[in-house]
């Protein structure tokens, strides 16, 4: 569902078992870990020091101080350090959120509206109180024109609000969505006052507008545009001693440093430019994590377990595209990908291979369909292929029983039949038009591993190119699908939901900015991505999310990759971390619990 990458088998045993219910904390299924009146967080320490200054780093650039809009790149942490949701989701526990701008949530008996009560020390940074007219603003803005078209289209099924009483407001739905009251609890709430006074973008005159406020621990305090942001504490932070802000948020400062490229920023992680490193490729792990800092156990090198979904990374061909809109083309892409090789020699035995789009989660389709899972699929047996009906999900392999020479040989009979043959050693159609395409990437690092993979596809006369590029100028690129492949990462949870739309849905195929980076124009596809949004019950949800895998997965749209079940976190010493973890999280989620033993 997007709001959070978590899974729980005891949340399969109770999913809609008991009623939902008002309260201080909202979830799926009636359970909440934390009861009222906790005071925080089991992953929050009681020993974190409020103090210090501690420096991260991001990739290419910034040029605007507005996260919500479609143009342009706003900095890293903005959303999540200045604005602040009505409820905020545990780290600790699958499918559940608890109050902080709303301090009582309250779910209709029929799931079509949720009302909720704000707190009333709720504060912007500029102290204002938080008040439901800002809230009432806030959905109509991202229902609206002036922001990315992600917003209106995920949060469509919220049909509007109602202020009902002084500090209280209810959110209308269109019909009965198990998630819907969560998603709606996620929104970040922006302060009517300030966009009405300051405008919401970037000005006609091309000039940038006021700093935003919002109600978050941090206040903007320095820009340097596409260089560095510095957030600064909040000395009057209304939530200071909230339960879900308790042991969080530790820093004095917290300042973004900007590189071009992952080479580049580990010599300056190592040179001290800054303090934490989630580190995401293999080699620099295995080699590049060395000196005498790192002996001395000034520098940190640990591997930090997580139970998070690892979806599915890969590379998607753009069917948009002539050259990839043949199936049986898009399926010899990926009898081309050497994995066990790549593992072996470029990332040290590091990754397991992607084997599913929900991969490591009890959703990932297993074996051959049946039960409610091929009901699903048999409404649509006359338009997909049969192997979704006859064949498990299993990716190629190169073994010594099945070698690289068998899967291409394989591919070239596939190729053949969509009308490529070889001629002088190329790949041409019976047009004459060569089969070459260009894969754009966004990091350097991964050229090492499209060198290999582009030199498997001469073999069968294809010429592929790949190239990177800045990151402004490739999420730009990425938004208009000005692409033929592109290397990127479909996040899951273990309760899909309204993302499934923005992944695959026709409807998002041609909407700028949707992450239907495939192009994918499917009725079966479209059929089983509603049956996820609107299932009812864990089996219903379950088996739509292995029937939407098969027909993915023997669609071919991409080439699936890898995934690897820890974060691999570099830091300096001084950085400190509760004894206990969260189990569902993201390097800087974990950050966040984090502290300094003395300021710096």
């Not at 909230?242 to 917290?254: A, L, Q, R, S």
Request: net charge positive; hydrophobic share 40%.
């Amino acid at each position: 569902m997007g709001f959070y990458q978590t899974f729980s088998v005891f949340f399969l045993i109770v999913f809609f078992s008991r009623p939902l219910f008002a309260a201080h904390g909202i979830s799926m299924d009636g359970e909440l870990k934390y009861p009222a009146g906790f005071k925080k967080f089991d992953y929050c320490s009681p020993r974190a020091i409020k103090s210090g200054r501690i420096v991260l780093h991001d990739l290419g650039g910034f040029d605007k101080l507005n996260p919500f809009t479609f143009k342009g790149e706003p900095p890293f942490g903005l959303e999540t350090l200045v604005f602040e949701p009505l409820a905020v989701a545990s780290l600790d526990e699958p499918f559940s959120e608890y109050g902080l701008l709303a301090r009582d949530i309250e779910l209709a008996e029929d799931g079509l509206s949720v009302t909720y009560t704000l707190d009333e020390n709720a504060r912007f940074s500029d102290g204002t109180p938080v008040t439901v007219e800002d809230v009432a603003y806030t959905l109509e803005i991202l229902k609206g024109k002036k922001v990315h078209p992600f917003y209106p289209y995920y949060y469509k099924d919220i049909v509007g609000s109602e202020i009902i009483a002084p500090g209280k407001i209810r959110f209308n739905f269109a019909r009965k969505n198990r998630e819907l009251h969560l998603i709606a609890s996620q929104i970040r709430v922006l302060s009517k006052k300030f966009y009405e006074k300051f405008g919401f973008g970037v000005k006609s005159n091309g000039s940038q507008p006021a700093i935003p406020i919002g109600s978050g621990p941090y206040v903007i305090d320095k820009v340097r545009y596409g260089k560095s942001i510095t957030y600064k504490k909040n000395p009057h932070y209304w939530a200071k001693e909230h339960p879900v802000t308790k042991g969080m948020y530790n820093y004095d400062e917290i300042t973004i440093k900007y590189f071009k490229d992952q080479t580049i920023a580990l010599e300056a992680f190592k040179a001290g430019e800054f303090d934490y490193l989630p580190v995401n490729i293999a080699k620099q792990w295995a080699r590049d994590m060395k000196g005498p800092k790192f002996d001395s156990g000034k520098i940190v090198k640990k591997n930090f377990i997580h139970f998070n979904n690892a979806g599915m990374q890969c590379f998607v061909m753009n069917t948009r595209r002539s050259l990839f809109k043949n199936r049986l083309v898009r399926q010899a892409m990926g009898l081309a990908l050497d994995f066990e090789w790549i593992n072996r020699a470029l990332f040290f035995d590091q990754y397991t291979r992607s084997n599913s789009f929900f991969s490591n989660s009890p959703l990932a389709a297993k074996g051959l369909p049946k039960g409610l899972e091929l009901q699903y699929l048999k409404q649509y047996r006359s338009i997909l292929p049969k192997d979704v009906f006859l064949k498990p999900l299993r990716p190629p392999r190169v073994t010594r029983e099945n070698s690289l020479r068998k899967n291409l040989k394989k591919a070239k009979g596939l190729l053949a039949a969509a009308g490529w043959k070889v001629k002088n050693g190329l790949l041409v159609n019976d047009e004459g038009r060569k089969f070459q395409f260009e894969i754009l990437l966004v990091s350097p690092s991964f050229e090492r591993v499209m060198a290999p993979y582009a030199a498997t596809l001469r073999k069968l006369g294809i010429e592929a190119k790949y190239r990177t590029v800045d990151q402004t100028l490739y999420v730009e690129r990425l938004k208009k699908f000005d692409f033929d492949m592109i290397v990127t990462t479909f996040s899951q949870s273990l309760s899909p939901g309204n993302e499934q739309r923005n992944y695959w849905h026709s409807s998002s195929a041609s909407r700028r900015g949707s992450k239907n980076y495939a192009g994918i124009h499917s009725e079966a596809v479209d059929g089983l991505v509603d049956r996820i949004i609107y299932a009812e019950n864990s089996r219903q949800l379950s088996s739509a999310c292995k029937a939407l895998d098969r027909v993915l997965w023997y669609g071919y749209y991409v080439v699936p990759n890898w995934y690897l079940g820890s974060h691999r976190i570099s830091y300096y010493r001084k950085i400190h971390f509760p004894e206990k973890l969260p189990l569902y999280y993201d390097p800087t989620q974990l950050l966040m619990t984090s502290w300094m033993e003395k300021a710096q």
